[in-house]
């Protein structure tokens, strides 16, 4: 049930994703934007957390899975070292991202071609 729980949330913030990119101007980037911090903000409530138990996979690889991850690392940073843990908490765990998202990145260069 977990894989077709993943499926359906991932799907959702794909379609809304589309169906921003196709009617309005704004550019993916925005949009990445947009979904990294709607991460936060539902973190922030508390529901990604909720979401991540419903869908796993589904949640967790998905761009407003990073701004999860930021507000996350800031949460525990504060707890633990007070205003300047907020800083150490972000670098962290976004740390461990960005990162992989390089690491990936560079190991997909070597086998592939770009597009002309």
Known sequence: ???????????????IGQIILD????????????FTVL?????????YD??????GGGASTIISNFGYLLYDGAWEGYQASGFLGIFTGMFTKG????????????????FFDPKD
């Not at 049930?1 to 379609?15: D, P, Q």
């Open 95 to 110: 740390g461990a991202a960005v990162v992989g998202a390089v690491v990936f990145a560079a190991f997909f260069t070597l």
């Open 50 to 55: 909720k979401l991540i138990e419903l869908a």
């Open 1 to 15: 049930m977990t894989f077709i729980w993943a499926f359906i949330v991932a799907g959702i913030f794909c379609v």
């Open 39 to 47: 991460g936060a903000i539902l973190a922030f409530f508390g529901l």
């Open 23 to 34: 009617n309005t101007k704004l550019t993916p980037g925005h949009i990445t934007s947009i």
